[in-house]
Structures are given as structure tokens and as C-alpha cells.
């Protein structure tokens, strides 16, 4: 999208239409308007996902009518990475990588040695699955890309390990809710 067609200069420093501040003027349609005020047309025409960034970081919420078009950007193949290491209450060694972009985080992953343990594959299955959706959620915040139900259905069914597991009931429920719908309803089996 352009940001329209802009004519002559306006050497008589009249006031922006937009901001009040007189300076060099270039008409655009019926108003006239300085350098700044046309930098951020441009930024809010042609780069909508750095506009919602700006005023995120500014600290200004609904600043906009209309929900703006959010642009997704694609995660590249190669990122840089923060591996940490921890235990927790059990005393199990755990390593978290954060993977950023930009230095903000985007995807964040949890990973043990003893993860071949039986007895820990319900756990790794539901640590996978808090991962994931909160991968989603870091790439909503700082990407721009849009959270639905078919990409929370698709992590939760990348997360199930072994059938009936918590990501995959969560996913047999939730999927009632979405035009995709599982191969069996749990509609019977729910009791309230």
C-alpha cells in the first residue's frame, strides 16, 4: 500500500496538519505534512507489524480502531540460542534452550537426559506441550503471528507421546471447537 501521492513542498512553513509543527510542508491530498508525520504514514501503510511494535514499546494500548493486519513473519531456519541448566524438585537435570530473534525470545525448549525413562514420559509429554504453546505465544508477541485453534491443536498433537495422554485428551476436546474435527468425539465422555 502506498502512502499517496504526494505534490509540491511547501516553502512557506505553514504547520503540519498532523502534528502542528512548522517546517518544510509536503502536500498529500487536502492536508500538509511534515517529514515525521509522512515517515510514520509510510511506517503504518507499508510496515504495520513495526507500527504495532512501536506502540507496544511506547506503552500505548489501543491506539487503534480497526484491528490492525498483522504480518507473520516466517521464523528463519538458523537461530541464536540460550541453553540453561537446571533441576527441579526431584533433583532431575533439566536444560531449557531459549532460541531468539532480534534478542527477543521465540521458541523455548526443555529437554532431560533421562528422558527415555518410562516413568518420565508423561511429564516430558506435558512439559512439551507447555513449551510449545508458549513458543506459540513468544511468536504472537514479538512476530506477530496469529494464535488460532488449529495451530494450538497442531502443537498439542506434536506434543502427545503416547495415546490418551494429557496433550492429546486436551486436543480431542478443544478440536470439538475448531472445523477439524478428530476421528472420535469426546463428547460422550465428558462428565460435568
Given at each position: 500500500?502506498?502512502?499517496g501521492?504526494?505534490t509540491s513542498?511547501?516553502?512557506?512553513?505553514?504547520?503540519?496538519?498532523?502534528?502542528g509543527?512548522?517546517?518544510?510542508?509536503?502536500?498529500?491530498?487536502?492536508?500538509r505534512?511534515?517529514?515525521?508525520c509522512?515517515?510514520?504514514?509510510?511506517?503504518?501503510?507499508?510496515?504495520?507489524?513495526?507500527a504495532?511494535?512501536?506502540?507496544?514499546?511506547?506503552g500505548?494500548?489501543?491506539?487503534?480502531?480497526s484491528e490492525?493486519k498483522?504480518?507473520?513473519?516466517e521464523l528463519?531456519?538458523v537461530?541464536?540460542?540460550?541453553?540453561?541448566r537446571?533441576?527441579?524438585?526431584e533433583r532431575n537435570t533439566w536444560?531449557?534452550?531459549v532460541?531468539e530473534l532480534g534478542?527477543?525470545?521465540v521458541?523455548i525448549f526443555?529437554?532431560?537426559a533421562?528422558d527415555?525413562d518410562?516413568?518420565?514420559?508423561?511429564?516430558i509429554?506435558n512439559?512439551?506441550?507447555?513449551t510449545?504453546l508458549i513458543?506459540?505465544?513468544?511468536?504472537?508477541?514479538?512476530?506477530g503471528e496469529?494464535l488460532?485453534?488449529?495451530?494450538?491443536?497442531?502443537?498439542?498433537?506434536?506434543?502427545?507421546?503416547?495415546?490418551d495422554?494429557?496433550?492429546?485428551?486436551?486436543g480431542k476436546?478443544?478440536?470439538?471447537?475448531?472445523?477439524?474435527?478428530?476421528t472420535?468425539t469426546v463428547?460422550?465422555?465428558?462428565?460435568?
Amino acid at each position: 500500500m502506498k502512502t499517496g501521492k504526494k505534490t509540491s513542498v511547501n516553502p512557506q512553513n505553514e504547520q503540519c496538519t498532523t502534528c502542528g509543527r512548522k517546517q518544510e510542508l509536503t502536500a498529500q491530498g487536502q492536508d500538509r505534512l511534515c517529514a515525521q508525520c509522512l515517515a510514520m504514514i509510510d511506517i503504518l501503510c507499508n510496515h504495520p507489524d513495526c507500527a504495532v511494535k512501536l506502540t507496544r514499546l511506547a506503552g500505548i494500548t489501543n491506539i487503534l480502531q480497526s484491528e490492525p493486519k498483522q504480518i507473520e513473519q516466517e521464523l528463519p531456519d538458523v537461530l541464536d540460542a540460550v541453553r540453561y541448566r537446571t533441576t527441579d524438585r526431584e533433583r532431575n537435570t533439566w536444560y531449557v534452550s531459549v532460541s531468539e530473534l532480534g534478542g527477543n525470545p521465540v521458541e523455548i525448549f526443555a529437554s532431560t537426559a533421562f528422558d527415555r525413562d518410562q516413568h518420565l514420559q508423561s511429564r516430558i509429554s506435558n512439559l512439551t506441550t507447555i513449551t510449545r504453546l508458549i513458543s506459540l505465544i513468544l511468536r504472537h508477541i514479538f512476530l506477530g503471528e496469529r494464535l488460532t485453534l488449529e495451530k494450538t491443536l497442531t502443537q498439542l498433537q506434536r506434543s502427545s507421546r503416547l495415546p490418551d495422554d494429557l496433550p492429546a485428551m486436551l486436543g480431542k476436546v478443544l478440536a470439538n471447537y475448531s472445523k477439524r474435527k478428530p476421528t472420535e468425539t469426546v463428547q460422550e465422555n465428558i462428565t460435568l
